[in-house]
Every structure is written in structure tokens, then in C-alpha cells.
């Protein structure tokens, strides 16, 4: 998983956000993309599609856009969205998706190299803006990205509400005893029986300020380091979900897992964890040539919200399926665009 700290390193949740670059580094990944953003390769976006209810007049006839995301399943799937609608409102496209990391996506969109891609409010915010704390609003975050990222030559459209945050799940099955619904809900659990609040975490979560120690000071909790399991990313789900092991864990709330493995997300009720809430980012110079993209985009992000990532996520991650049949499924049952 990947995702990248600005100003400061920062673990960012997200299957393909990069995670906890240092200054030097960050510096270092930054110099390498202003010399190549890295997309030397790529394929045309074939499939027959036609309008539904986007896209109607084929307003992109024409065009020659290239789509591009990063290299985690939600965002791949994401990009696959983007370009299907663009295919299907009349646009010759350039599959440019997957690409490694988010500051080399970042910058395919800003030299034009790229003229679209779904991202993420809290990394732009943190990561390519350079501020060292998130907006606890998830709208003033996303106008705070849209104002300040003009002078970038970068367009933010619109928010969804899919927002893949950091959370702590806990099992159905384990919940039927404990009945908690927010992160209060587990401070009072640990004041009431510090034995029963045991938490599966990854290393670096068990040590930041913007992790596991900054939550447990943002809801007055002090669990005992017996009672804080440290383990991969990947374990985590099926520990909590599998074993009595953990009582919590640490997950994306935008993961398939989640409910493939029948987990309860508990309400970050105090708003302690950034808001990670996916938009179109465009290439300035490509919207303004084609300003007919955000009414295009503008239904379908509508559309997108935590629940409905968290499926999609689930058909690559847990099915096995292909992104690319996995976003057209869901374009073509959502009405949004037909076959041709």
C-alpha cells in the first residue's frame, strides 16, 4: 500500500498511496518525476460503448484523452470509470492507469502528459500542497484543494463520498456482546475493561501521532502495550475477523474485506482521521478544452460512496476479477453507459 506524507510523514490509508515518505525522499521521488512522469506506455481503450445516461450528444467526439490512476486495485477500477464515460461520450482514449505511486500520477496530470484520473482530497491537501494537517471538514478540504491547486494547472471537480480513511473494524460476531458503534463507544470499553479492548494494528499505525497514539489522545483512551498486536496490513482483517486475537483492528474503509469478512466499522465520532475523499483531478489545459468532462463525471461521482468502493473493491480483491470488467459492470448496471 502505498500513498505519500507532505510536509511531514504521514501513513496515509489506501491500497496504493505511498506510505510515510520522509523530506529526502519525497524530494528524491519528486526529482525523478519532473524528469519523466514515467508513462512511456500505454493502450487504447477499445470497448464499444455507447452513451446512457451520461453522454448523451457524444459531446467528446473528437477528443484524444488519457486517462491515468495509481497502482492499487480502488484506484485502477477508478481510472477504468473515468475512461469508460469519456469512450462512451464519443473520446478516443489512452489507458495510462496503473501507474506506481501517487506523485508520479500526480505529476503525468499536471505536465499534461495524463488529463485525468480519480484522487484523493487528504493526499492532495497533505502531499502535493505541502500542509502539515488535514480540514476536518470534508468540503471545506475539498474547496481548500480546488482553490489552491489552480495555480498548478490542476482542475478538482466535484467530491464523492467515498472516503478511504483509516477505521477500526471489529467482527459481527464479536460485536453481539459489546454492541459498539463509535470509537467513544471503545474509550468507555476500555475505561470499563481494559482487558477486553485488545487492537491488531500495522507497526508504523502503533507509533504516529496521526495513528494509533493520536486516536487514543483524541478519545482520552490508554490501552496497555500487551493489549496493542502489531502485524502486516493483510493479517489484520482475517485476525480480527478469524481468531480472538483482536478485539479491534486497523482497516481502510473503503476495503473489500471488509465485507467479504462480515466486519463492523466503527464511527470515527470525535472526526480524529482525515478525510480521503476521491474527486476528478484534470489536466486545466484538457478541461478547458473540453468543459463538458463535469457534467460527464458529475452524476457518476455522485454515485461513488464508501459502500459502493468497498463492493467493487471486493469483486478485484477478494473475486479475482479484472478492474476493467469490474468498472464496466458497474457503469452498465448503473445506467451510466450501454453497450454498443
Known amino acids: ?174 460485536n453481539e456482546k459489546y454492541r459498539l458503534r463509535t470509537l467513544s463507544d471503545v474509550a468507555a470499553l476500555a475505561k470499563r475493561d481494559p482487558a477486553a479492548v485488545t487492537v491488531c494494528v500495522e507497526n508504523e499505525f502503533a507509533s504516529r501521532d496521526d495513528g494509533l497514539p493520536g486516536m487514543q489522545k483524541a478519545y482520552g483512551m490508554s490501552l496497555p502495550a500487551s493489549n496493542i498486536r502489531k502485524m502486516d496490513a493483510g493479517i489484520i482483517y482475517t485476525q480480527v475477523s478469524k481468531s480472538d486475537s483482536c478485539l479491534l483492528g486497523e482497516v481502510y474503509t473503503t476495503d473489500g474485506r471488509i465485507k467479504a469478512m462480515d466486519l463492523v466499522v466503527l464511527e470515527d465520532d470525535r472526526r480524529f482521521f482525515p478525510n480521503y475523499n476521491a474527486a476528478p483531478e484534470l489536466n486545466a489545459k484538457a478541461f478547458a478544452e473540453h468543459p463538458e468532462i463535469a457534467d460527464l463525471l458529475a452524476p457518476v461521482t455522485a454515485r461513488l460512496t464508501t459502500a459502493v468502493a468497498q463492493d467493487l473493491n471486493a469483486r478485484v480483491d477478494v473475486e479475482g476479477r479484472d478492474p476493467h470488467e469490474v468498472a464496466k459492470e458497474w457503469l452498465l448496471k448503473e445506467g451510466f453507459i450501454k453497450e454498443g
Do not use: H
Open 1 to 174: 500500500m502505498s500513498g505519500a506524507a507532505g510536509g511531514r510523514a504521514r501513513t496515509l490509508p489506501a491500497g496504493g498511496r505511498t506510505r510515510a515518505l520522509l523530506a529526502g525522499g519525497l524530494a528524491g521521488v519528486l526529482a525523478l518525476a519532473a524528469g519523466g512522469c514515467g508513462l512511456k506506455s500505454g493502450s487504447p481503450m477499445v470497448d464499444e460503448v455507447t452513451p446512457g445516461s451520461v453522454g448523451r450528444g457524444r459531446p467528446l467526439e473528437g477528443a484524444s484523452l488519457t486517462v491515468t490512476s495509481k497502482n492499487f486495485s480502488e484506484n485502477i477500477v477508478l481510472g477504468q470509470i473515468v475512461g469508460l464515460v469519456f469512450r462512451a461520450a464519443g473520446a478516443e482514449v489512452l489507458d495510462r492507469t496503473n501507474l506506481a505511486g501517487s506523485i508520479s500520477t500526480r505529476e503525468a496530470v499536471v505536465k499534461g502528459d495524463a488529463d485525468a484520473l480519480y484522487d484523493y482530497t487528504g493526499t492532495a491537501w497533505i502531499t502535493y500542497l505541502g500542509n502539515a494537517e488535514p480540514i476536518e471538514d470534508p468540503t471545506e478540504q475539498w474547496k481548500a484543494v480546488r482553490d489552491a491547486d489552480r495555480a498548478n494547472g490542476v482542475v478538482w471537480l466535484p467530491q464523492s463520498t467515498l472516503n478511504n480513511t483509516y477505521a477500526l473494524a471489529i467482527s459481527r460476531e464479536n
